[in-house]
Each structure stands twice: as C-alpha cells, then as structure tokens.
C-alpha cells in the first residue's frame, strides 16, 4: 500500500510536469562505475536540462523530518550525474527530492523544483496531491487496524 501511495503521487506529479512538454523517464535504471543498480523514480528532459526527481512520502511529525527526507532524496542519485547525463545527452543536470507529509503536509522545498519545471501555478498540484496522500494514508490505517 505504501508503494501505491508513493506510486500514485508520483502518477499525479507527472500530468502536470507533461503539461510543460518535459521527456519523462519514469523508474529508469542506471548503473554506477560499481555496476549496482540504481532507479531514480523520474528523469526529466528539456532540450539539455535533465531533472531528477526521486519521491517521497514520509511521517510529518518531528521538526526536521521532511527537511531530511528532501535532503536525503536529492543526494541519492548524485553520484550518477556522469551516466544520467551519458543517457539523456544533456549538458545540466538537477536533482531534487518530492517531499509530502504522510498527513498531506506539501512540503515548501517542492516549490523548487516546480520553479525550475516552469510550474508556476501549482496550488491546483499541491491541493491534489495533498489530498490524494491523506486519504491514501488514512485508507493504509485503515487496512492496518482490520489486521
């Protein structure tokens, strides 16, 4: 359930970046110089930007912790930047992480990254999202509290 929430947050967040006519790459898997496989959840293309996106959706309930979760997730890939750049022929690339509070918290890093995708109207996004992550958390408790 929890991959299906993550899943279709993800689903949701790529209607709007396709609106910008961005190439998305959705899960591609890369190896790094070790030969250990890596996959990004999104690799997104514009002429020679590329954007990485790796999503999540973490507990809201200590101070920092989507703070963390962001830092977290936009220094996973890094160390892929030559193969990602290799397979997207770009020239730039950005890394990113998409936070959302388990509670539906829209956490403000993301409006970074939707600067950067040329999103500038995303309170449409952000309430939809926000929405679909809260009543996905409240449909996994509940499957919780039947077992």
Do not use: C
């Amino acid at each position: 359930m929890r991959i299906k929430r993550h899943n279709r947050v993800m689903e949701e967040l790529t209607k709007f970046i396709k609106v910008k006519e961005w190439i998305i790459s959705m899960e591609p898997r890369i190896k790094d110089n070790t030969r250990k496989l890596w996959i990004p959840d999104l690799i997104l293309k514009k002429e020679n930007q590329i954007i990485v996106v790796d999503v999540t959706i973490r507990t809201d309930l200590q101070i920092n912790s989507l703070e963390q979760a962001w830092e977290e997730k936009k220094n996973k890939h890094k160390h892929l930047e030559k193969e990602i750049l290799d397979l997207t022929k770009g020239t730039r690339v950005s890394f990113y992480g998409f936070v959302m509070g388990s509670r539906g918290k829209w956490f403000e890093k993301n409006n970074e990254l939707m600067k950067d995708l040329g999103i500038e109207k995303f309170k449409s996004l952000a309430q939809n999202i926000a929405n679909l992550v809260l009543s996905l958390t409240l449909e996994l408790l509940r499957i919780f509290m039947d077992s």
